[in-house]
């Protein structure tokens, strides 16, 4: 049974860095995707970032490029996702995803595109 862990979470100035992880386990396939999406109060959730396992190819929401960087060890299944020069806007419930896109030039980084979930960890940006 895949199991992600998602963890990091806090409440944080504006203009503050967190280092939100992801431990998974469960699998053994090599072709899959780490995908890091939010949901702030009364909106749906939306993609932040997405790395593919196989190729390393990263994706991010405009929103964030240049303050959130996604990266992994991915000999210990532990993903990552640092986040810099926080906004307000920027506060939501983070969760991460996992989903199984064999041989894929980029990934996929939609809610569709991922197979299993997380819990969430909170991430409270005051202005």
């Known amino acids: ?73 991915w000999a210990k299944k532990t993903y990552y996702l640092q986040i810099n020069s926080l906004k307000p806007e920027d506060t939501a419930v983070y969760y991460c995803g996992l989903g199984y896109q064999p041989q894929v030039p980029e990934p996929l980084c939609r809610e569709y595109g991922m197979d299993y979930w997380g819990n969430g960890t909170q991430v409270t940006v005051s202005s």
């Open 1 to 73: 049974e895949v199991q992600l862990q998602a963890s990091g979470g806090g409440l944080v100035q504006a203009g503050g860095s967190l280092r939100l992880s992801c431990a998974a386990s469960g699998f053994t396939f090599d072709d899959y995707v780490i995908g890091w999406f939010r949901q702030a109060p009364g909106k749906e959730r939306q993609e932040v970032s997405c790395i593919s396992a196989n190729n390393y190819v990263t994706y991010y929401r405009d929103s964030v490029k240049g303050r959130f960087t996604i990266s992994g060890d």
